[in-house]
């Protein structure tokens, strides 16, 4: 008998191999954060439910959700068959909007929306394994908990601007943070010199890529994405996000027996989508001005997009992070030592400017595209 489901588009047994896999694989992250137990009444069923609950905390803990995804990077992703790399591309969109505010990103969710998974053994297959696997790669770096997740074959629903896309998919979760109402990071303890301290970013992250992808139209043509030329600068485009929030949250004292920050940053600004502008919202309240006057070198890809789309400064560290994924503001005697700690969890970091007065609070930035001071 055939199968009718099958035939129109929606391979069950796949999907039932697929989320045993996963399924099984997401177990092994039970036991990353400390404060997260998740009871098994499942039964063995792999969809069975496991609920989990907030432990040894000394005070109440609140919760709360950060939902993102990867954006339109899944078509660069899938070009170059490294879907892997989406993993940490929606780890970090979700985590670190918990992070970025004191808090502990704990537990993880995903969403993940495919054209086709293929048969058990496909090349397609694999590419969506070998990203879950990723997935739980980066969750055991960071010490996440992903606790379920759901996979659905959507067919046509799935787009992609590139005709010859492999393996169409759209990747998007949510993370489930802790907070504790003694341990936010608002900006109200900014101050007049304190230090501002960048964390690198060395592509993208998952922001910008429309214009990302229209410079590659402009430089490559219509069919850059199989344009062998367009390759290793696509590659670059490809990288996969960084991710601070091991580093971000024990420097917050969430890993200490008396949960004590290790350092005083007075405020964390995630460059996501809106780039420095990010910076510039958070800091407003604080009726305080930044001066950046030495931040990290553009991403050279991000060069190169910047000239390809006719894009002037302002847009370009407006729409992209600039080479740079969050920004922190602590006092001048901390710097150092935050800087030094970054390094023991291998990121990147740097004293890039200060927090000063001014009449009109703004961000000036030195750009390090043509060397111009840009205001936000």
């Given at each position: 008998?055939?199968?009718?489901?099958?035939?129109?588009?929606?391979?069950?047994?796949?999907?039932?191999?697929?989320?045993?896999?996963?399924?099984?694989?997401?177990?092994?992250?039970?036991?990353?954060?400390?404060?997260?137990?998740?009871?098994?009444?499942?039964?063995?069923?792999?969809?069975?439910?496991?609920?989990?609950?907030?432990?040894?905390?000394?005070?109440?803990?609140?919760?709360?959700?950060?939902?993102d995804g990867v954006g339109t990077k899944v078509v660069i992703h899938d070009a170059l068959k490294q879907h892997a790399g989406a993993a940490r591309d929606v780890l970090a969109m979700t985590s670190t909007d918990i992070t970025r505010f004191g808090g502990l990103p704990a537990v993880f969710y995903n969403v993940l929306d495919v054209r086709s998974l293929g048969e058990n053994g496909s090349e397609s297959f694999g590419l969506f394994?070998?990203?879950?696997?990723?997935?739980?790669?980066?969750?055991?770096?960071?010490?996440?908990?992903?606790?379920?997740?759901?996979?659905?074959?959507?067919?046509?629903?799935?787009?992609?601007?590139?005709?010859?896309?492999?393996?169409?998919?759209?990747?998007?979760?949510?993370?489930?943070?802790?907070?504790?109402?003694?341990?936010?990071?608002?900006?109200?303890?900014?101050?007049?010199?304190?230090?501002?301290v960048a964390l690198r970013e060395y592509g993208f992250r998952s922001n910008g890529i429309s214009s990302v992808r229209k410079a590659f139209q402009i430089r490559y043509g219509e069919e850059f994405y199989v344009n062998s030329d367009a390759e290793?600068?696509?590659?670059?485009?490809?990288?996969?996000?960084?991710?601070?929030?091991?580093?971000?949250?024990?420097?917050?004292?969430?890993?200490?027996?008396?949960?004590?920050?290790?350092?005083?940053?007075?405020?964390?600004?995630?460059?996501?989508?809106?780039?420095?502008?990010?910076?510039?919202?958070?800091?407003?309240?604080?009726?305080?001005?930044?001066?950046?006057?030495?931040?990290?070198?553009?991403?050279?890809?991000?060069?190169?997009?910047?000239?390809?789309?006719?894009?002037?400064?302002?847009?370009?560290?407006?729409?992209?992070?600039?080479?740079?994924?969050?920004?922190?503001?602590?006092?001048?005697?901390?710097?150092?030592?935050?800087?030094?700690?970054?390094?023991?969890?291998?990121?990147?970091?740097?004293?890039?400017?200060?927090?000063?007065?001014?009449?009109?609070?703004?961000?000036?930035?030195?750009?390090?595209?043509?060397?111009?001071?840009?205001?936000?």
């Amino acid at each position: 008998m055939n199968d009718k489901y099958a035939l129109d588009g929606v391979n069950i047994e796949a999907g039932d191999d697929f989320s045993a896999i996963v399924g099984k694989a997401a177990m092994t992250t039970y036991k990353n954060c400390p404060y997260i137990e998740v009871i098994d009444l499942s039964k063995g069923l792999f969809r069975g439910p496991r609920p989990f609950f907030i432990k040894d905390l000394p005070f109440q803990a609140c919760l709360e959700g950060a939902p993102d995804g990867v954006g339109t990077k899944v078509v660069i992703h899938d070009a170059l068959k490294q879907h892997a790399g989406a993993a940490r591309d929606v780890l970090a969109m979700t985590s670190t909007d918990i992070t970025r505010f004191g808090g502990l990103p704990a537990v993880f969710y995903n969403v993940l929306d495919v054209r086709s998974l293929g048969e058990n053994g496909s090349e397609s297959f694999g590419l969506f394994v070998s990203a879950l696997a990723e997935l739980i790669k980066a969750a055991n770096e960071q010490g996440i908990v992903v606790h379920k997740g759901e996979t659905a074959e959507l067919g046509a629903c799935i787009g992609s601007d590139n005709p010859h896309a492999n393996a169409p998919f759209n990747w998007a979760g949510f993370a489930i943070g802790i907070y504790s109402p003694d341990k936010m990071i608002y900006g109200d303890n900014v101050r007049p010199g304190d230090f501002v301290v960048a964390l690198r970013e060395y592509g993208f992250r998952s922001n910008g890529i429309s214009s990302v992808r229209k410079a590659f139209q402009i430089r490559y043509g219509e069919e850059f994405y199989v344009n062998s030329d367009a390759e290793m600068d696509l590659r670059a485009a490809a990288v996969p996000s960084q991710l601070y929030d091991r580093f971000l949250t024990d420097m917050n004292g969430w890993c200490r027996p008396d949960f004590q920050p290790i350092i005083d940053v007075g405020l964390i600004a995630h460059l996501s989508g809106g780039g420095i502008g990010k910076f510039s919202e958070l800091l407003a309240p604080t009726g305080l001005s930044a001066e950046l006057d030495d931040l990290y070198d553009l991403p050279p890809i991000m060069r190169k997009c910047a000239e390809w789309r006719g894009m002037e400064d302002q847009e370009v560290y407006r729409t992209w992070n600039g080479g740079h994924g969050v920004l922190a503001v602590m006092p001048e005697d901390e710097a150092g030592d935050f800087v030094a700690l970054a390094t023991e969890y291998s990121v990147e970091a740097k004293t890039c400017g200060r927090i000063v007065s001014s009449d009109t609070t703004h961000v000036a930035v030195a750009s390090k595209l043509t060397g111009k001071t840009l205001v936000f």
